[in-house]
């Protein structure tokens, strides 16, 4: 397995390429199942979708870069039970969407959002089932967050190796049942025993893009 040469200059590199054009739509949709390419294009050119946004944020743990997953209560709801980014709906009272996403975060697991540096933001995507547009966000803090979990709102916590994502993602295809009882054919990462779809996925695939692209100047053998 490859090391990071540096965590440091990993990050700078890291929101250096943030700065020029992201993977975008095509990175998303090698994690979509076929269900949602068709949604994302007939109902985002009809449907005025609500705001939202996630974190995915990396920070040293045992002097490896690792990042935060969380999963869901099983709830009457269209995630119930997903696997999912910090994060959450844009309120009035929000700044921006960055605050959202780290607001969220503090209130979903407790990290400290003045601790978290703004490294930068992957591109849009809409969710059709629960008619949201998410702006995920990335994000870096050095030191390990004292994760607790708002008990209402999160089930588990994963703690998530970026190494061991980056160089040996474990993906495929299987069939997935939806919360409305209906059985799809759906991409997937597994990570930590968990299975990763839908929205989650999608981010992750184009953050995989663009960390791999990193990785690959900053890492040895």
């Not at 709830?75 to 009272?93: A, F, M, R, W």
């Not at 089932?129 to 607790?148: A, H």
């Amino acid at each position: 397995m490859r090391n990071f040469m540096n965590t440091e200059l990993f990050i700078d590199k890291l929101s250096e390429r943030f700065r020029k054009p992201l993977p975008g739509l095509k990175a998303q949709l090698q994690m979509a199942p076929i269900s949602r390419i068709i949604s994302i294009v007939n109902l985002f050119k009809t449907n005025k979708p609500k705001k939202s946004s996630v974190l995915i944020l990396l920070f040293l743990k045992e002097d490896k870069l690792h990042f935060v997953l969380t999963q869901r209560h099983e709830y009457n709801g269209v995630h119930s039970g997903q696997i999912c980014l910090p994060g959450g709906k844009y309120e009035d009272t929000d700044d921006d969407l960055y605050h959202t996403a780290i607001r969220e975060a503090q209130e979903e697991i407790n990290v400290e959002p003045t601790k978290i540096e703004k490294i930068g933001e992957l591109t849009k995507l809409y969710t059709p089932p629960s008619n949201y547009c998410i702006q995920p966000f990335v994000g870096f803090t050095k030191n390990e967050p004292n994760f607790i979990k708002q008990p209402e709102e999160v089930k588990e916590i994963i703690l998530t190796d970026l190494i061991d994502f980056i160089d040996n993602p474990i993906k495929g295809t299987k069939p997935i049942r939806t919360n409305r009882n209906i059985t799809i054919s759906a991409p997937y990462y597994e990570i930590g025993g968990y299975t990763v779809w839908g929205a989650t996925a999608m981010i992750l695939s184009e953050f995989y893009s663009i960390a791999k692209e990193v990785f690959e100047d900053t890492s040895t053998l």
